[in-house]
C-alpha cells in the first residue's frame, strides 16, 4: 500500500516528518476491497511528501531510487511502488495519481500504471488532491493483474461521497477481444506542446505501428484543448498552498522546500481565479467526452524523457511539473479519464520507454483492453531489470 492511504495497524506518514506516527485504525476503501479479494498485504511503500511531485524522494525516508539503474529516480508520487514492482518484491502494488504520479513512475520503472475513471476506486480520507483530482489505482507487472486488482478495488464504500456506484464485475472479461475496428487518436497536444525526446517519438511510433498492425484505425489529431499547464498549475498550487496552512506553522520547516516554494507563490491566488481555472477543467473534460465520440481510444507518450537521476535537486517545480516531469499525464487527471502506462520498449541504455492508452470517462474497459492489445503485441517481458 502506498503510504498516502491507511492500513489498520500501520501508521500513515505520507512522507513527511509532520504526520502522526500512531497507527491507523481502520482501512482505505481499497484496502478493504483488497481484503476482502484475499489480497495478503506485506506493508507500506514510500512516497514523496505528501505526494506532491515526480523527483522520488522525500524528507522522511530520504531518495527511492530506480532498479533498472540505482543512478535514476523510481518517479513518484508512487515511488516506493514502482521500484518494489520493478524488483520483484510483490506483483501488486497501490499508487495514486494526481497528475500522473501513478503513470510517470510506472514509465519510469518498466511496469503497469493503471489511473483509474475519478470515482471508481473510492477514497476515505481525501488527501490533499483528492476531491478535484486524485485516484487510487493498480500497478502491477502486466495488464491483466492491474485488471484483476481492479476489479476488487472498485467497490462503492458509503464514506467517499464523491464514488461511483458499484459495479461488480471481472475487469478481466473482454481484455482480450483487440481493437480491431477501432479508431485511435494519435494526441501530440494538450493545449500545448508537451516536449519528447528522440527514444520517446521512437517508442511512440512503435505503438501506433503495433496497434495498426491489429487493425486499428490510428490518426494524427488535436482534440484542440484549452492550456491544460495553466489549469493544473493552479489546482495543484492552491492544494499545496491549503496543505501547508494546515500544517502547525512551528512544523512547516519540516516540509520539502520545493513543496514550500509551490505554496508561497500560489497562496496570494485569488478565488476567482482559482474558480476559474476549474471552470476550465470542466471544459477540458467536455470537450474530451466530445473528442470521444469520434475516437475510442488515444495514444500518447507518457514521459517526456527516461528516468532522470535520483539525485538531482528539484528546481523550479512549477516550470518542471509541465516541462520535465508531467506534461503529458496531469491533463487526464483534469478530465477524469481513465489513463494506462505500460513499457514498449529500452532505450540504449536499458531504460524503459513507454506510453499512455485513454479512454473516455467511465470506459476503463476500453483503457484496459487497449493496453493489454499492446502489452500481446509488442510481447515486452515482465520487468526484471537486474536479470534476477
Known sequence: MKDLLNLSGFPTRRGSRTTDPAPQKEDAPAVLGLKAAGAVILGKTTTTEFGWKTPGDCPLHGITRNPWNTQRTPGGS??????????????????????????????????????????????????????????????????????????????????????????????????????????????????????????????????????????????????????????????????????????????????????????????SMLATDFLGADAMRVETAHRMSLFHQRYDLILTAATPTAAFAADAPTIKPTEALWRDWAPWTFAQNLSRQPAIALTVGLDEDRMPRAVQVVAAQGRDDLALRGARTLERALEMPEADPLGA
Open 78 to 267: 508512487s515511488s516506493g511502488a514502482a521500484a518494489a514492482a520493478s524488483a520483484g518484491f510483490g506483483p501488486l502494488h497501490v499508487g495514486t495519481d494526481a497528475g500522473g504520479s501513478i503513470r510517470i513512475p510506472a514509465a519510469y520503472c518498466g511496469i503497469v500504471g493503471f489511473k483509474p475513471t475519478y470515482g471508481r476506486i473510492p477514497q476515505w480520507p481525501h488527501g490533499a488532491f483528492s476531491a478535484a483530482v486524485a485516484v487510487a489505482g493498480p500497478m502491477t507487472r502486466t495488464v491483466r493483474d492491474a485488471a484483476l486488482m481492479f476489479s476488487a478495488m472498485a467497490r462503492a464504500d458509503a464514506r467517499d461521497p464523491l464514488c461511483l456506484p458499484d459495479d461488480p464485475r471481472d475487469w478481466r472479461q473482454g481484455i482480450e477481444s483487440g481493437v480491431q475496428g477501432m479508431r485511435i487518436a494519435l494526441v501530440r497536444r494538450w493545449g500545448f506542446s508537451p516536449p519528447l525526446d528522440e527514444d520517446g517519438e521512437t517508442a511512440l511510433q512503435r505503438a501506433a505501428d503495433a496497434l495498426r498492425a491489429e487493425g486499428a484505425s490510428v490518426e494524427d489529431v488535436d482534440p484542440d484543448l484549452p492550456d491544460t499547464r495553466a489549469i493544473f498549475g493552479r489546482v495543484w498550487g492552491v492544494a499545496l498552498a491549503r496543505l501547508v496552512a494546515s500544517t502547525p506553522e512551528d512544523r512547516r520547516g519540516d516540509l520539502d522546500p520545493g513543496l514550500l516554494d509551490v505554496a508561497r507563490h500560489e497562496g
